[in-house]
């Protein structure tokens, strides 16, 4: 079977051709079985339970935030997104911790997750609402 590039892109060549169709699909390929490995584990077996089938009923909570988030005013629609968000995060077996991340003296990124890596932040997911669209800015519990 092709493997289906739909939705990936190799962003200015990042990777050489080689790997990009000979490696990448069998890359893709271990990482599902290894994700479906430990999805069968965490949730006993239960077909119902595993990450790409409450993915997909999230298409429906999607939906309806995103009515409810048009509808909303600026503090109302990061409350829906974070909860929305969180979701995701809970389903892909990532464990949600809110609260704001220091950069710089003067600057905290309100943060959903941190992930780290050998005791050091590997990955931030950072919320984002664009002010403008909604105008006005917001007070975030998560804000310092």
């Known amino acids: 079977m092709e493997f289906d590039y739909t939705g990936l892109v190799n962003q200015n060549e990042f990777y050489p051709d080689h790997y990009w169709h000979a490696m990448l ?12 490995a430990n999805a069968f584990e965490k949730t006993l077996g239960d077909p119902d339970l595993r990450p790409w089938i409450e993915l997909k009923r999230q298409v429906a909570e999607y939906l309806k935030a995103g009515k409810q988030f048009a509808a909303a005013g600026a503090e109302e ?43 050091t932040p590997y990955l931030w997911v950072v919320e984002a609402v664009d002010l403008e669209k909604i105008g006005g800015a917001i007070s975030s519990p998560c804000a310092p």
Not at 27 to 35: A, D, I, L
Not at 88 to 108: C, K, M, P
């Open 25 to 36: 699909p069998e890359k893709v390929k271990e990482f599902e079985k290894k994700w479906k």
């Open 77 to 119: 629609r990061v409350l829906i997104q974070r909860r929305f968000v969180s979701r995701l995060l809970q389903i892909l077996g990532y464990r949600r911790s809110l609260g704001h991340v220091e950069v710089d003296r003067n600057l905290h990124l309100p943060v959903l997750g941190q992930f780290e890596s050998f005791n």
